[in-house]
Nanobody, 119 residues
Framework: QVQLVESGGGLVQAGGSLRLSCAASGNILRFNAIGWYRQAPGNQRESVAVISRDGSSNYAGSAKGRFTISRDNAKNTVYLQMNSLKPEDTAVYYC?????????????WGQGTQVTVSS
């Protein structure tokens, strides 16, 4: 079973950037799509960005223009480049494989990676 592991989080000042990585233990081309999700304390988990096998992507309104999702099939990794970070982006970020870019994950969540944006 291919597992996905998140990394790259940290503490950054508002306006700064971070790049998150979602590394697969096997071939990510087996997945129709992979998405990034986040959950802030007291909030429900929400979708941030998703990317399909063919490179099509979809973004939450809060991420459009600031975040970019990409994939490196050779490295079996999906990235989330986050620019112009805001304190409200503070959350634990997770990645999961999904059947399509319109799907919500149904698998179990990993540990995620913490992103903290200070004002």
């Amino acid at each position: 079973q291919v597992q996905l592991v998140e990394s790259g989080g940290g503490l950054v000042q508002a306006g700064g950037s971070l790049r998150l990585s979602c590394a697969a233990s096997g071939n990510i081309l087996r997945f129709n799509a992979i998405g990034w999700y986040r959950q802030a304390p007291g909030n429900q988990r929400e979708s941030v960005a998703v990317i399909s096998r063919d490179g099509s992507s979809n973004y939450a309104g809060s991420a459009k223009g600031r975040f970019t999702i990409s994939r490196d099939n050779a490295k079996n990794t999906v990235y989330l480049q986050m620019n112009s970070l805001k304190p409200e982006d503070t959350a634990v970020y997770y990645c999961q494989a999904i059947p399509s870019i319109w799907s919500w994950p149904s698998g179990s969540w990993g540990q995620g990676t913490q992103v903290t944006v200070s004002s």
